[in-house]
C-alpha cells in the first residue's frame, strides 16, 4: 500500500487558505475564533466552512488550531468551538491541553455532540522521545507533531516507537526553545506563548557579560535563529517515516505562502514521481500554470537544516532578528545627502528594478530599510538614508517584479478526468454516449442524440472530438481517452462537443470528492500507558482541573504542585540545543578553549543567567 505524502500549509485566514490548495497543498491549518497559539490569527465558523468546502473540491484536509494551555473557565467554550469547527467540516484539531482529548472522549458539562474527528498533539507538546511519542499516542491521538530539534536518527526512533502518523516542520521561523516549554515571554512581559501571547523575546537584543561584569558581546540578537529549510531533505524525512511535512507561517503574507507552498509541492511531486510504488500525494489534483517558485526572495532569516544530521553548526543570525532577504552586494558610492548610491553585486545575475525593498545593518547594529525609488544598473535612488555608509552589505528585502509575478500569474488546480466517448447509429441516427470519470473515482455519464449526418472526413472528426473534449473546464482537466466507434462517427460541431464536456463538469461537481482514507481516524486509548516521568513539572503546563486529572489517571505523581503553582523562581525559563558559547566559539568541549564561567543575558535592566548542560549539550536560561 503506497504511502500518503502530505504538504501542510499554514494561513492566517482563509483567502491565503485557499491560495495555498490552489499552489499545491494537501492540508491546511488555520486558527479558529480562540485558542489558537497565534492571537493575532483568528477565524470565524463561517471562514472555516467557506475554507473546509473549497478544500475538499480536492480532497485537501482542513486543520484547526486550538492549542493553547486552557483554564478552567474556558473549557466549556473551548468544547463548543471543537463542535463548532467539525460541523463546519475541519478534519482534524491541533491540541496542545490534554484535557480536550477528555472533553472529546466525554464531554463537558450539558453541552450535546461528540468529537468524531482526529485530534493532533501539537509540537507545543515537546515531542522529542519515543517515551513521550508512546505516551501521547496511548491518550489517543491520530498525528504527533514533532519537535523541530529532532535528527533524521531521533525521528526514525519515534516512529520505531509508534503506529500514528508523524508530521514536521520543515520550512520557516525557528523557536529557539524546545516547543510549549518557553517561559521567557511570560517573566519578561507576563504574556504566555502558551497562551498564544508571546512577545518573541528570542528576537531581541542582549549584551553578552560574563560574571564579573565584563561584556563580551554588546547589543546583539543572541537567541535568534535562521528559518529552517529542508526542501533538500524531503526524501530522506518521508524514508525516516515523516508523512505531513509542514510549513510554518500563520502570521505571513498570501505571497510568501504561495512561494513557499509551491516550491514545496514541486519538490514533493519530484519524489512521488520517482518513487511512485512507495508514495503517493495526499490530495488530487494537478496545479497550472503559476509562477516559478524561490524562496530567496521571500521573507527569511538567512536558512538553516538546524539538527536534522545530528550536528551543531551555526544556526544564529545575531546581527539581524528581521528578515534581510537576498544578498545584493556592497554600497561602493554614495551622494552627498545619501539618496542615491551605487552597489557592488555579489554576483553577476543579480537585476535590480524599480520599487526594490532594501536592507542592511547600520553600524549601531539596527537593521535600517530603504525603498529604492529609480534602479538602472548598479545605481539605486531613494529618500534620504542617513545611517547608509560605504561599504555597507545591502540585501534585497523585497523584489518587485517577484512579487508582480506571483500576484499576477496565479496558479489554478483542476482534477484530471478521464473521457471515454461511444457512437451508435440506429437507423441513420447517431446517438453518443459519454462516461467521465475523475481521478478521485467521481463517474459522470451524458448521452445526447448526434444527428444523421456522418462526417465526410473522418480522421479530422476524430481529431475534432480530441482537441474538444480535451479542454479544461471549471476544475476539471478533461482527456479523451478513448473514441468506441463501428470505423464510423458522426459530424459534430464544436459547439456541440463542448456543451458535452460543460455538461459533464457541472454534473461532477454535485459530486463530494471522494477523499483518500486516513491512516489513523482516532487510536484506542491506553489510560496514558508509559507516562514518561511519574513526577509532573511546571513544563506539563497542567492548568486546568481535566487536564490534571489526565496525568493524575496515567500515574502522573505532583500534579497538584503542577496546577496549582506553576513554575517558580529560579526554574528554567527555556532549554534548548542552541548554545551560545559554540556559536561565539566559546565552547570548552569542541572549540578547546578555557571554560567562560558564569554568563548572563542582559536587556531592558533584566538579567537572566545561562546554564551549560554539557553532557546533553543543552543550554538553559534562567
Request: aromatic share 8%; with cysteine; hydrophobic share 35%.
Amino acid at each position: 500500500m503506497k504511502r500518503q505524502l502530505e504538504l501542510l500549509a499554514p494561513a492566517r485566514d482563509y483567502q491565503i487558505g485557499i491560495a495555498a490548495i490552489d499552489c499545491g497543498a494537501d492540508a491546511v491549518y488555520i486558527a479558529g475564533p480562540q485558542f489558537g497559539a497565534r492571537q493575532a490569527a483568528g477565524n470565524g465558523i463561517d471562514d472555516i466552512g467557506r475554507l473546509c468546502e473549497y478544500a475538499h473540491r480536492f480532497g485537501v484536509r482542513i486543520f484547526v488550531t486550538l492549542n493553547t494551555i486552557l483554564y478552567d473557565d474556558e473549557l466549556e467554550t473551548a468544547y463548543r468551538q471543537m463542535l463548532a469547527v467539525q460541523e463546519a467540516g475541519a478534519d482534524a484539531i491541533i491540541v496542545q491541553d490534554l484535557a480536550i482529548l477528555a472533553m472529546a472522549e466525554k464531554g463537558i458539562g450539558n453541552i450535546k455532540g461528540e468529537i468524531r474527528i482526529p485530534l493532533h498533539a501539537s509540537t507545543q507538546c515537546a515531542i522529542r522521545t519515543p517515551e513521550q511519542a508512546i505516551f501521547l499516542e496511548s491518550l489517543g491521538f491520530s498525528r504527533l507533531i514533532l519537535e523541530r530539534e529532532l535528527s533524521l536518527k531521533e525521528i526514525k526512533a519515534i516512529r520505531n516507537a509508534v503506529s500514528c502518523e508523524l508530521e514536521f516542520f520543515v520550512h520557516g521561523a525557528l523557536c529557539v526553545c524546545y516547543s510549549g516549554q518557553c517561559y521567557l515571554s511570560e517573566k519578561i512581559a507576563g504574556r504566555s506563548a502558551n497562551r498564544g501571547a508571546c512577545i518573541q523575546a528570542c528576537r531581541s537584543r542582549y549584551d553578552l557579560v560574563d560574571g564579573s561584569g565584563k561584556v563580551l558581546v554588546r547589543d546583539k540578537a543572541l537567541l535568534s535563529l535562521k528559518d529552517y529549510n529542508l526542501r533538500d531533505r524531503i526524501d530522506e524525512l518521508a524514508d525516516a517515516g515523516i508523512t505531513s511535512f509542514k510549513i510554518e507561517g500563520r502570521l505571513k503574507n498570501v505571497s510568501y505562502v504561495k512561494n513557499v507552498v509551491r516550491d514545496y509541492s514541486m519538490a514533493l511531486d519530484s519524489l512521488v514521481s520517482r518513487q511512485s510504488d512507495r508514495y503517493e500525494r495526499g490530495s488530487y489534483g494537478t496545479v497550472c500554470g503559476g509562477f516559478t517558485p524561490d524562496t530567496r526572495k521571500t521573507f527569511n532569516r538567512g536558512y538553516t537544516e538546524l539538527y536534522i544530521d545530528g550536528k551543531r553548526g551555526r544556526w544564529a543570525c545575531m546581527d539581524a532578528a528581521k528578515s534581510m532577504g537576498e544578498e545584493v552586494g556592497t554600497v561602493a558610492s554614495l551622494n552627498h545627502d545619501k539618496s542615491s548610491l551605487t552597489v557592488k553585486f555579489a554576483s553577476r545575475d543579480i537585476v535590480l528594478a524599480n520599487g526594490d525593498g532594501f536592507s542592511f545593518v547600520a553600524k549601531d547594529g539596527s537593521v535600517t530599510g530603504f525603498r529604492g525609488d529609480v534602479c538602472n544598473g548598479t545605481s539605486i535612488k531613494c529618500k534620504n538614508t542617513p545611517s547608509l555608509y560605504v561599504g555597507a552589505k545591502i540585501y534585497r528585502s523585497l523584489n518587485a517584479v517577484f512579487e508582480k509575478e506571483l500576484e499576477r500569474q496565479a496558479c489554478t488546480r483542476r482534477i484530471g478526468t478521464d473521457v471515454t466517448l461511444s457512437f451508435i447509429n440506429e437507423d441513420g441516427s447517431w446517438l453518443a454516449k459519454t462516461v467521465a470519470v475523475t481521478e478521485d473515482g467521481r463517474k459522470a455519464e451524458a448521452c445526447l442524440e448526434a444527428g444523421n449526418q456522418t462526417a465526410d472526413n473522418q480522421e479530422r472528426m476524430l481529431a475534432t472530438l480530441e482537441s474538444q473534449i480535451g479542454k479544461s473546464t471549471g476544475m476539471f482537466t478533461f482527456s479523451l481517452t478513448g473514441i468506441i466507434h463501428d470505423g464510423q462517427v458522426p459530424f459534430m460541431p464544436a459547439s456541440a462537443i463542448n456543451a458535452v464536456r460543460r455538461s459533464l463538469a457541472e454534473t461532477l461537481e454535485t459530486m463530494p470528492c471522494i477523499s483518500k482514507e486516513l491512516q489513523n481516524i482516532r487510536p484506542s486509548t491506553e489510560n496514558g500507558k508509559g507516562l514518561p516521568q511519574k513526577a509532573v513539572s511546571y513544563k506539563s503546563n497542567v492548568s486546568n482541573k481535566i487536564s490534571a486529572d489526565v496525568y493524575r489517571s496515567a500515574g502522573a505523581e505532583g500534579i497538584e504542585e503542577a496546577y496549582e503553582l506553576g513554575h517558580q523562581e529560579g526554574a528554567e525559563l527555556m532549554r534548548t540545543r542552541y548554545c551560545i558559547r559554540y556559536e561565539l566559539g566559546m565552547c570548552p568541549k569542541y572549540h578547546g578553549v578555557k571554560d567562560s564561567g558564569q554568563l548572563f543575558l542582559l536587556n531592558n535592566g533584566q538579567k537572566f543567567s545561562l546554564h551549560f548542560d554539557c553532557r546533553n549539550c543543552e543550554m538553559v536560561v534562567k
